[in-house]
Every structure is written in C-alpha cells, then in structure tokens.
C-alpha cells in the first residue's frame, strides 16, 4: 500500500475535490432561459400625404426600445420622457413623399414591469375661418389640427420583450386628390351656418305642405285624368318658389348680420359669415328653375290651372 504524506497529499486534495462537487451546485452558476418574444401585428395602416403614425408607450420602470432601420419614403422622430416613477414616450412614422408604397417597420419593447403600447393614426386637416379684432377689418385664419384614430392597443406583460410589426401603405397623389375632395365637400357642406339652414327648413316645409294638399285637392276633383306626371310638376312649382323666398329671406337676414357686425363689432360666427355660403343651399334653384320652364313652356302647368 502506498501512502501519500504531506505536500502530494494536499496536491491530491485539490484534484479531486471539483470531481465531488454536487449538480446542483455546478447548475447554479449559469442559468439559460429560451428568448421570451411576443410579436403582435396591427392591421395595415394606411396613411396619406399628411398624416403621422404614433406608436406611444408607457410604463412604471424603464422601457427599452429597439428600433430597425428607419425605411426610405418615411420619416421617424422620436421623444422619451422619463421619472423615478414612470417611463413613457412616442415613436411618430409619417411619409417623406406622396407616393404610393407599402413599407414593414418593426420596433421593439422591452421592461422589468407591465407596459402599454398604443398605436394611433393621426389624421391632419387644415380649418379656416375669419376673426375680427375692434377696429380691423376680419382677417382669414387657418389652422392645422388633428384627429386621432386609435389602431391597436396592448398591455405588455413584464421581461417579455414585445415586437410590434406595423405593415404601413402610403396612398400617393391620386388617392390624396380623392381624400382631399371628400374633406372639402364635407368641410364646405358644414360651413353653412345653422341659422341659414334653420330658415330654408321653416320656409320650405310650408310650401311642400301646400303642394300636397293641393295635389290631394285635385285629384278629389277628378276634372283630369291625374298622372304621377301632374304630381311631379306640381310638387316642383312649390318648390322652385319656395327656394326662391328662402333665397330671398336669408340673403335679407345676411344682410341685417352683416350691417350688425360692422357697426355693433358682432362676433365672426355671427357678423363675418363668408359670402359664398350663401350660394350652396342656393344651388338647386338653377336646375328647377330649368326644368320649370320647360315644364311651363311645354303646357304641363295649363291643365293644372285650368282644374284649379
């Protein structure tokens, strides 16, 4: 038998003591854990010449960013602010150009504590409209304001890291020609005043009531033989006149407005109405107008005044 004494007996100590170390102590100096990634995907976000894409997060902790390659055709500015208490910011995406195109942008997330990320559209306009100051003469004045159109929204959990892929289409100039007629229908049609619309409805609905009663008059009286024809030129004689002294009745009440902005300082809304609102609701009357005189050249309206 060999004895191992003093220096080679701690040499061999040494040696063998890692061959008895115990799994569980080996395991705990490095732990591996699979990547935790969750990937979510909005519906495509269409966005015109004008508009901006916001994708906003908010949270208690930290939140890391990881941001790709911004892609030619748009642009990124980005903001964080951030406190002992919480942590939030905002990525806005919007096109350089009017061109139409479909882009993929993926940012990602990333926090020790639950977060929010919402994604919104904002859809720009452009209003107009006239201010007076005491003394001057009303002044045009535009401003640029959004509405926002909410996308998506998401609590992310905590240590997950959240990839957001954001499939954008860019419209170019013929879908922007289309969007901006659209506005500019609807933002003219909602600038006529409430009062103007309020004194063709009081006006008119009288002379239609008349027009029914009268076709229900003649058709009692059975001195023609009654078409919906009859019905028809009857129903557009009241009509084309009673546009006619509504015309007649607003252009007077714009008038008296207008006298009262200039010398009493009426506000804007009131004393300053733009001129042309007065030709929209005015419109249908070149057409009747038309069609009346035809009808009355043609003979429709002899028999009518005959039965009357």
């Given at each position: 038998m060999t004895v191992v004494r003093g220096r080679h007996a701690?040499?061999?100590f040494l040696l063998l003591v890692p061959l008895f170390a115990t799994p569980s102590q080996a395991s705990q100096s490095v732990e591996i854990r699979p990547a935790q990634i969750i990937?979510?995907?909005?519906?495509?976000?269409?966005?015109?010449p004008e508009d901006t894409l916001r994708i906003a997060y908010a949270g208690k902790k930290q939140i890391r960013t990881v941001l790709p390659k911004t892609p030619t055709g748009l642009e990124l500015v980005a903001t964080e602010q951030s406190n002992s208490s919480s942590n939030q910011g905002a990525l806005y995406l919007s096109p350089e150009n009017a061109t139409e195109n479909l882009y993929q942008y993926s940012p990602a997330f990333y926090s020790s504590a639950p977060y929010t990320v919402a994604v919104t559209a904002l859809r720009y306009n452009m209003t107009t409209y006239f201010a007076k100051e005491m003394g001057n003469p009303p002044i045009e004045v535009r401003v640029l304001w959004s509405t926002p159109e909410s996308i998506a929204e998401y609590t992310c959990p905590e240590n997950i890291t959240v990839q957001v892929n954001?499939?954008?289409?860019?419209?170019?100039?013929s879908s922007?020609?289309?969007?901006?007629?659209?506005?500019?229908v609807f933002a003219t049609l909602s600038s006529v005043p409430q009062w103007e619309i309020g004194l063709y409805a009081i006006i008119l609905t009288p002379f239609l009531g008349?027009?029914?009663?009268?076709?229900?008059?003649?058709?009692r009286a059975r001195k023609i033989i009654w078409t919906t024809r009859h019905s028809a030129v009857m129903v557009l004689?009241?009509?084309?006149?009673?546009?006619?002294?509504?015309f007649v009745v607003v252009c007077t009440v714009f008038s008296a407005l207008l006298i009262g902005g200039v010398i009493l300082g009426?506000?804007?809304?009131?004393?300053?109405t733009p001129i042309w609102t007065l030709l929209?609701?005015?419109l249908p009357i070149i057409p009747l107008g038309v069609v009346y005189a035809l009808a009355k050249r043609s003979g429709w309206y002899d028999l009518l005044d005959e039965a009357g």
């Amino acid at each position: 038998m060999t004895v191992v004494r003093g220096r080679h007996a701690l040499i061999l100590f040494l040696l063998l003591v890692p061959l008895f170390a115990t799994p569980s102590q080996a395991s705990q100096s490095v732990e591996i854990r699979p990547a935790q990634i969750i990937e979510i995907r909005p519906a495509q976000i269409n966005l015109s010449p004008e508009d901006t894409l916001r994708i906003a997060y908010a949270g208690k902790k930290q939140i890391r960013t990881v941001l790709p390659k911004t892609p030619t055709g748009l642009e990124l500015v980005a903001t964080e602010q951030s406190n002992s208490s919480s942590n939030q910011g905002a990525l806005y995406l919007s096109p350089e150009n009017a061109t139409e195109n479909l882009y993929q942008y993926s940012p990602a997330f990333y926090s020790s504590a639950p977060y929010t990320v919402a994604v919104t559209a904002l859809r720009y306009n452009m209003t107009t409209y006239f201010a007076k100051e005491m003394g001057n003469p009303p002044i045009e004045v535009r401003v640029l304001w959004s509405t926002p159109e909410s996308i998506a929204e998401y609590t992310c959990p905590e240590n997950i890291t959240v990839q957001v892929n954001l499939s954008i289409q860019t419209l170019g100039s013929s879908s922007q020609k289309s969007t901006s007629l659209q506005s500019s229908v609807f933002a003219t049609l909602s600038s006529v005043p409430q009062w103007e619309i309020g004194l063709y409805a009081i006006i008119l609905t009288p002379f239609l009531g008349i027009a029914i009663l009268n076709v229900r008059d003649l058709q009692r009286a059975r001195k023609i033989i009654w078409t919906t024809r009859h019905s028809a030129v009857m129903v557009l004689r009241h009509l084309f006149f009673g546009l006619v002294f509504s015309f007649v009745v607003v252009c007077t009440v714009f008038s008296a407005l207008l006298i009262g902005g200039v010398i009493l300082g009426a506000p804007p809304s009131l004393g300053w109405t733009p001129i042309w609102t007065l030709l929209i609701p005015a419109l249908p009357i070149i057409p009747l107008g038309v069609v009346y005189a035809l009808a009355k050249r043609s003979g429709w309206y002899d028999l009518l005044d005959e039965a009357g």
